[in-house]
Structures are given as structure tokens and as C-alpha cells.
């Protein structure tokens, strides 16, 4: 355990925010796709891994230098999830849209199970490294030194909640996304093709689940087969803490697990932080059935 | 309104006796094993159920009872030496209390709150067996529990355990059944439908749900009894959300509400990765596309309700788990009939 000091709590702090900002965009996309559909998109995590592994496999065909290559997987990941996203919606969701929401969480479970394994046959089952050439270096910050990097996951996490905000507040597609969230049946009376808003939200909801497993593989340098499952769980819980429906409460409850989970393992236990958050989400649960960000209606966005 | 009926099931009997008969006339230990472990599984696929199919709440959780029922079980046969007449209720009842105490302060929740609050559950129950060292040894697990022993006879074959599991499996089956069947299993359909209307009734909505979650984690805590003396070894692998969510599978794809599913789902998803070993790697791809495949041409189960291949532009049996909205074009087709609770309101 570490003694407090102020450049270690900062370097924790920052390093908490990155994988919060992390655990922040699976969440986001989770809680997009959940609020138009009301179905948990069980294979949200796959998405997240097979995003981290394509690009992985396409990092030696961009030789580019420094931050323009980091730029690039950024873009490429977003597309790769959405298209990813896209193809899931049509095959797994769509055909059981009229069929009880456990149909469609079982078949995401058979999707996710497919995908690990196709992907542990595809390139193995064992930790691949994961090394972009862009290194920024460290920041000073008063006393403490932090590395830059951390910093770019986060406000790469901050930057895309924004920009899904301004859409879904200030454009058509936006205002179709929350009358469908809100209401489908009426969203549909008033011309709203409420299929092509469901297709939009998995594109969306995918995009950051794949801009989040490249943030993430270049966080630990890492990309495995099983990575999506601790990240379905860490997203699923931001979405609920956050308040089912809510996308602003469901990044900040990222952020603030994130925060929490790294502060938990420097200075309580590393061994028992995992099980402290969950007996506090119980505990959330218990005393604000909403979530601890959620209003009282639940369930809209 | 449409009166809800008890699901009529066909005789079960000459099912029984062709378990009971299958391990005698095939003697093959291989064959035993998976019998053995497809017993277990339907114990906790029937347990579970009891939850997710007439409660209609998902519970993330549910492999944890099952390793509350091994745990105890290991403890109480490796520190006191206890018998497995001791042991078996002792831990039925650990994983029955802990359900009991948990569900209370958590079954107002709904939906994804309730599934996220067992999944946290489940967590935790996990990483205590697999941190708390002192007690448990941890990841090296706990090693060297007796056999299964009743009166002197002592469960040391395969087939000796299947036939400890089929015992408990008609025990789940029984109670479950009658538990469906009486005042509070009706009372369970209904908060599963509409629990404020439910509660305007008279219904003890907490309570019935409360008693229904115990009852299925007292099961899998004897099935985690089972488990312990089958093995003779205990550690955290088969507590895991990995094996509750293959719980979750066996009870979608047999068909949820309904007595057999659970069962057919269980023996099916424990006898397909074995049937699929040949492909070696690709095993579990095939296992994942053939989940989506069924759940695909019958969303509601392999002996759920409804006509053969249901998918696709199928009308699932509306007194199955509540539907959201439906979003589908030909919806209009489908509001020709009313529903049950726009009819109720024309009356």
C-alpha cells in the first residue's frame, strides 16, 4: 500500500479518470443502445474486444508516425464498431423484436460466447501486445508528473460524449434517437422509422465500444480474447449506477468507478476492491433504486 | 380476460424410468459422468427458473448459491467431519438464508436493478471464496472432501452421483411444481405481469418473491452439496457469472415457465459441447451461433408455448415474460387482437 502523498494521489487520480473515461464510453454506448431497445445488449464487451483485435492485426499496415497514427485507430475503431454494431443489431436483435426480451439477451449471450472463442481460434488465447508509436510523454502538473496519454483516453471519452450530446440535442437524427427512447409507439404514429433509429443507436453504441477497447489496449498495452466480459460488468455497472437511460449519469458513474477502483486498490486492499464496489452497488441499489445519478422515471434517455 | 392456466405437463413418469434404466443398460463411465453433471445442471436450470420464468426476474447470481452449497458443504465434511445427512441440509439452508436475507432489502427493484444487484451479489460471493485464503485456501481451492455416504452406502461411481442428482432433481421438481401451483406460485405469475397491479390486490409482492428466490437458492445449494461430494474438491470456477449465464441459456432454450424446459435445456446444453469435441477449437463458436440459432427459430424455447418455428415473424404466447413494445412492421397485424390488459380495460 502506498503512503499518501500528493504526486501519488495525482498520478492515481489521473490513471483512475483514464480507465474511468474508459468504463465511461462502454457504459455510454450500453446505456444508448439500451434506451432505445430496452434490452441489454449482452455482447457490447465482443464488440469492444473484436474492435481492439482488427485493429491490432491492421496496426502494421499504418506505419504512421506519432499522433497521426493514434488519430487514425481512433477513426478506424469507431468505424469497425459501428459497422460490428450494425451487423449485430440486424442478425441477433432485429429477427426478435417481437419475441420476450430473454430471447434476445440469450441470443447476445450466444453471440458473445461466439465471438470470444472465434476470436481466441482466430489469434490465439494468450495476452497480444499492443504498441502504438505515438508516446506524448509526461505532463507536469504542479508537483506531480502524469503521463499524457492518460490524459488523451480521458478527454478522447469526454470529447465523444459531447459530440453524441449535440447530436442527440441538436440534430433530427438526435431528437428521432429520444422521441424513440422515450416512446416508440407514439415516435412511430409521428413518422419516425423507429427500425433505422434502433440500427442508429447500435451504430453509435458500437462506435465507442470500439473507440473504447483501442483506448483500452493502449492503456495496459494488451489485447486478449476475454477482455470484453470485465468490461461488459464495469459498463453495466456505470450504466446502472448512472441510471438506466441516463448517457450524461452513465459517464460520470464511469468516471467516478473508475476514480474509486484505482483509489480502492492503492490504498484499502487490491484484493478486495472489486468486491467493496459491489457490496457498495448493492448498497446504491438498496438506498436509491434509481441510481445514484437517476431521476425517478427511470428508463429514457 | 384471458384465465391464466396451470401448465399441464405430460406424464412425466416414463421419462423417469427411462433415466433411472438409460445408466444400466449403457455401461459407459463417460456416458455416466455427463449424466451425472447434466443432473446437477437441471437442478439449478429448474432452481433458477422458478426466478426467471414465473417470477420473471433475472437473476445474475444464481451460480453463487450453488457455491455457497459447495463451500459449506467442504468446510463442514473437511473441519467436523460431517456426514453428508449433515451436510446436505446445512447447506441447502446457508444458501437459502443468504437468498432470504438478500432478496428482502432488494426485491422492490426491477428489471436491470434486481439483475445488476444478484450479478454484484454473485461477485462478491466469488471473490470472497476466492480472497478469503484462511478459510477457503483461495484459488488452490479445498481438496479432499469424502464421498457421498447414506446408510452405509457410499456414492463412489459416476453413476452412484447421477443417481444422488436425479434423486434431488425430482425433489426440485416436486416442490417447485406444487410451489407453482399453489396460492403463492399464482401470486408469483402475477407480480410477474404487472406488480403494481399485483400489489393493489392484496399481493405480498416482497414476500411471495422473496420466498420464491430462497427456494431456488436452497436448491442450488443442495445441487452445491452434490457438487462438492461428486468432485471431492471445491474452487471457484463453476460459482462464476459464466456459469449463471449458461444457467440462463439451459432455462431460455428448453423454454422458460415451464416444468420440462429447464430440464431438456440442461441435458442439451451440457451433452453439446461433448457432441461438438471433434471440432476441437471451434467448439464453442459453434455452441454460441447454435444458442442464437435456436433462440432464432423458437424465441420462446424448444417446449415453450406456441406453434413449431415461431421465429422470424412469430407471435410470441402473450402470457410469456411482458413484452416491450414491439417495434416490427407488420405490429399492426398483431394489435388486430387485443391485448389481455386492453381488454381488461374495455370491460
Redesign the interface.
Known amino acids: 500500500m502506498d503512503s499518501v502523498t500528493i504526486p501519488v494521489l495525482v498520478d492515481q487520480l489521473v490513471s483512475g479518470l483514464a480507465i474511468g473515461g474508459v468504463y465511461g464510453l462502454v457504459a455510454l454506448g450500453f446505456a444508448l443502445i ?1 434506451g432505445v431497445l ?3 445488449q449482452f455482447a457490447h464487451g465482443e464488440v469492444y474486444m473484436l474492435v481492439a483485435f482488427l485493429v491490432l492485426t491492421a496496426l502494421p499496415a499504418l506505419p504512421l508516425g506519432g499522433f497521426s497514427q493514434f488519430g487514425l485507430v481512433l477513426v478506424l475503431a469507431l468505424f469497425l464498431g459501428a459497422a460490428i454494431g450494425l451487423a449485430v443489431e440486424r ?2 436483435f432485429r ?9 434476445a ?3 447476445a ?10 476470436a ?2 482466430l489469434w490465439g488465447a494468450e495476452l497480444h501486445p499492443f504498441v502504438l508509436n505515438w508516446a506524448p510523454g509526461n505532463l507536469t502538473l504542479g508537483p506531480a508528473t502524469i503521463p499524457a496519454f492518460k490524459v488523451v483516453i480521458f478527454v478522447t471519452a469526454l470529447a465523444l460524449l459531447a459530440g453524441l450530446q449535440l447530436v442527440l440535442r441538436r440534430t433530427q437524427l438526435g431528437r428521432a434517437i429520444r422521441a424513440t427512447a422515450s416512446d ?2 407514439t415516435a ?1 404514429l409521428m413518422g419516425i422509422n ?2 433505422r433509429i ?1 440500427a442508429a443507436a447500435f451504430a453509435v453504441g458500437s462506435a465507442f465500444a470500439g473507440a473504447a477497447g483501442v483506448l483500452v489496449a493502449a492503456l495496459y498495452g494488451v489485447v486478449y480474447s476475454s477482455m470484453g ?1 470485465a468490461a461488459l ?1 464495469k459498463g ?2 456505470a ?2 449506477i448512472g441510471g ?1 437511460g441516463n448517457l450524461v449519469g452513465a459517464v460520470i458513474s464511469g468516471l467516478l468507478l473508475g476514480v474509486f477502483e484505482v483509489l480502492l486498490e492503492s490504498y484499502v486492499s487490491p ?2 476492491s ?2 467493496i464496489i ?2 457498495l ?2 448498497g446504491v ?2 438506498l436509491r ?1 434509481q ?1 445514484l445519478l437517476g431521476r425517478a422515471i ?2 429514457r434517455l | 380476460m384471458r384465465r391464466w392456466r396451470p401448465t399441464r405437463i405430460r406424464p412425466g413418469w416414463p421419462f423417469l424410468v427411462l433415466a433411472i434404466l438409460l445408466p444400466l443398460l449403457v455401461q459407459n463411465p463417460f456416458l455416466h459422468r455427463l449424466l451425472a453433471v447434466a443432473a446437477l445442471e437441471a437442478v439449478l436450470a429448474v432452481s433458477l427458473n422458478l426466478v426467471l420464468g414465473y417470477g420473471g426476474l433475472i437473476s445474475l447470481g444464481h451460480a453463487g448459491f450453488y457455491g455457497i452449497g459447495a463451500y459449506v458443504t467442504a468446510l463442514l465434511a473437511l473441519h467436523l467431519g460431517a456426514p453428508f445427512l449433515v451436510t446436505l441440509p446445512v447447506a441447502a439452508l446457508a444458501a437459502a438464508i443468504t437468498g432470504w436475507i438478500f432478496a428482502r432489502p432488494i426485491l422492490h427493484l426491477r428489471g436491470h436493478y434486481f439483475a445488476m444487484a444478484t450479478l454484484a451479489l454473485g461477485e462478491i460471493l466469488v471473490l470472497v471464496a476466492y480472497n478469503w485464503d484462511a478459510v477457503t485456501r483461495g484459488p488452490s481451492g479445498l481438496p479432499g472432501i469424502p464421498r457421498a455416504e447414506l446408510f452405509g452406502w457410499v456414492a463412489t461411481t459416476h453413476r452412484d452421483n447421477y443417481y444422488l442428482g436425479l434423486a434431488l432433481l425430482v425433489l426440485a421438481i416436486v416442490v417447485i411444481r406444487r410451489f407453482v401451483d399453489s396460492p403463492f406460485g399464482l401470486s408469483l405469475i402475477a407480480t410477474r405481469g404487472d406488480d403494481q397491479a399485483a400489489a393493489s390486490i392484496g399481493t405480498d409482492v416482497a414476500g411471495v418473491r422473496t420466498m420464491a428466490f430462497a427456494l431456488a437458492a436452497f436448491f442450488a445449494g443442495a445441487a452445491g452439496a452434490l457438487y462438492a461430494h461428486y468432485i471431492t474438491f471445491v474452487s471457484v470456477e463453476p460459482f462464476q457469472l459464466t456459469h449463471t449465464i449458461a444457467l440462463l441459456a439451459m432455462v431460455a432454450v428448453g423454454g422458460i415457465a415451464t416444468i420440462p424446459g429447464p430440464i431438456v435445456g440442461a441435458v442439451l446444453l451440457t451433452l453439446l459441447p461433448e457432441v461438438l469435441r471433434g471440432l476441437a477449437d471451434l467448439r464453442m463458436v459453434l455452441y454460441g451461433v447454435l444458442l442464437m440459432l435456436v433462440i432464432w427459430l423458437r424465441p420462446q424455447g424448444l417446449l415453450g408455448q406456441g406453434r413449431l418455428f415461431a421465429g422470424w415473424r412469430g407471435r410470441p404466447p402473450a402470457s410469456l415474460v411482458p413484452q416491450r413494445v414491439s417495434a416490427e412492421p407488420n405490429a399492426e397485424e398483431r394489435r388486430t387482437q387485443p391485448s389481455p390488459r386492453e381488454e381488461a380495460g374495455a370491460r
Request: proline fraction near 9%; avoid cysteine; charge should be neutral.
Open positions: 439500451f430496452r434490452v441489454a442478425v441477433v429477427p426478435l423484436m417481437a419475441a420476450p426480451h430473454i430471447a439477451i440469450i441470443s449471450i450466444g453471440l458473445s460466447i461466439a465471438l470470444q472463442y472465434l481466441a481460434f416508440p409507439e412511430r423507429t427500425i434502433i466480459i460488468v453495466y455497472t450504466t446502472v438506466v484484493k478486495w472489486d468486491a459491489f457490496a452497488l448493492i441499489l438498496v433504486p441510481g427511470p428508463e
